[in-house]
């Protein structure tokens, strides 16, 4: 096996492939992130799902592989339509004004998509009238006749989001399309009880009307079959094989809505959002690959998204887990298109111990966030502070803990020490010396342990495995007391420069293997050692090339600022 010393593009391949079997060289890696619903602004609950995916995304490309990263705005639905109304604005407005506040936000935290799009997107338009009629065309969507809530007031039936009722299986207020007050429980239009419009406040009578549905329990056997063998975070498959074994319901997949993709041969109806959203990563796919590939754009489209030659892997919060890994799987198999290989579920997220919720103040918005602090100091917070699947309690005092007692004290402490010694020291130069075996040992550790990590979704335990790498650069660097070796002869004084060279070896190692998760950061350290080349394109073979010496270094500037309390 190699040693790492050499930059002979070996190093790297310490059976990752062994480590993860689906991520392997030989296919594209397709990464999607769930879609925001553009009908607000961002907050810190909504990052959940994009950081780890950028983390994600930017490990396995120093690692080699050939990704592909998509997302965009899930524009349609009622609760855009009644923003929009109560505005007294188009949709289209708040589609748009929401659009572009998650692109800056995203920009913003170096959230970098190979595609950001809409589904209000021709492109999406297009993609979802095909899949639909195809399964139109294979028996897997039917006409039925159901009781739906009309208000007579406003003359018209309502869509699920315009009605508030009784849970038919709790009991509990519920809105018309889950009883998010009790059960949970996803629920098909006319299963309400006691419904009542939402928009003028008068109770609703159930009117007859024809609606379309896609035959979900058709997809049992193949869903539990399918669910053994997806990868992941083992919360979405559990959660998803525990819903199909206890009963699959036929989904109604039409609105009585104008604003959304028009339903095939029907100007009344469009389809229900969550068929044209997870769509999107189809097309975004599709809109992607012409950006970057212009002649071949087709080719691989269809390799990736009708001849399961991709491997695709799906970043999301738990909250849709059901979306993910049952009705849009059945979807796919359906209408013939490749299925996913992962669905990755992060724990939900809670402040000061309290469900986040805008109605009750109980938000902390992003953009406010990055006015006050570094967003990879968020970005690190996010990652670090609880296991990818766990509840993520966001407080003030424990982001500063995190700041002030790692980032500061023990990476931040160590760049600067050492930097700043050499600069007083070695003429601003990386001085002459081997690396130590015990130096490159421990790099090669902590880089086993952190892709380790990043193939079961741990990015917490990834991002602790590099941490303890600096801890590590701390310890070598107090234990040898160079600032004693400066002063005496000339062979300390060789000593002393060989004990720095390693150190700074450290901090290279840490900042390559970091740069996922603090790209700003670890850009500004690298420049501080004197490194020439693009930290984000950089392979993750650059860790144990050592240091030339007589490279210049930078004048060192402090990382990282107190957070105070």
Known sequence: MCDGREDDGCCLLFCIDDIAAMITRDRPVIVTAALPYVNGECHIGHLRTYVPADVFV?????????????????????????????EGVSPEEIVRRYHEHFRRVFSDLRVCFDYYGSTDDESNHRRTREIVEKLMERGYV??????????????????????????????????????????????????????????????????????????????????????????????????????????????????????????????????????????GYISFTEEALKLKDSENWERRWREIWMENRATIIHFIGTDIIYHHCIFWPAMLKGAEYSLPSAVVASGMMTINGKPLSKSRGNVIWVADFIKRFHPDTLRYFLIAHSSHTKELDFSWEAFRTRVNNELLAILGNLAFRVLSFAHKHFGAEVPDGEIEDEVISYIIKTRDEAVNALFEYEFKRMTDSIMKLADFGNSYFQREEPWHLIKSDEKDRKRCGEIVKNTLQILKAVCVLLEPVMPSKMEELWKQLGMESDIHEVSMNEITIPLKSGQPLEKPEKLFKPVMS
């Not at 490309?61 to 639905?77: A, E, I, N």
């Open 58 to 86: 930017r490990m396995l490309r120093k690692m080699g592989y050939d990704v592909l990263f998509v997302c965009g705005s899930d524009t349609h639905g009622t609760p855009i339509v009644l923003s929009a109304e109560s």
């Open 142 to 279: 039917y006409e039925r006749k159901v009781m739906l809530a009309f208000c007579e007031r406003c003359g018209r039936f309502l869509p699920d989001r315009y009605v508030e009722g009784v849970c038919p299986y709790c009991g509990e207020r519920a809105r018309g399309d889950e009883c998010d007050q009790g059960c949970g429980r996803h629920l098909e239009p006319g299963e309400i009880r006691e419904p009542v419009c939402k928009v003028c406040g008068s109770p609703a009578k159930f009117r007859e009307r024809t609606h379309y549905y896609f035959r979900l329990s058709a997809f049992a056997d193949f869903l539990l079959s399918f669910l053994k063998n997806l990868g992941g975070t083992a919360n979405a498959r559990n959660y998803a094989i525990e819903w199909v074994r206890r009963e699959l319901k036929d989904w109604c997949i039409t609105r009585d809505l104008k604003w959304g993709v028009r339903f095939p041969n029907r100007d009344d109806l469009v389809v229900y959002v969550w068929v044209d959203a997870p769509i």
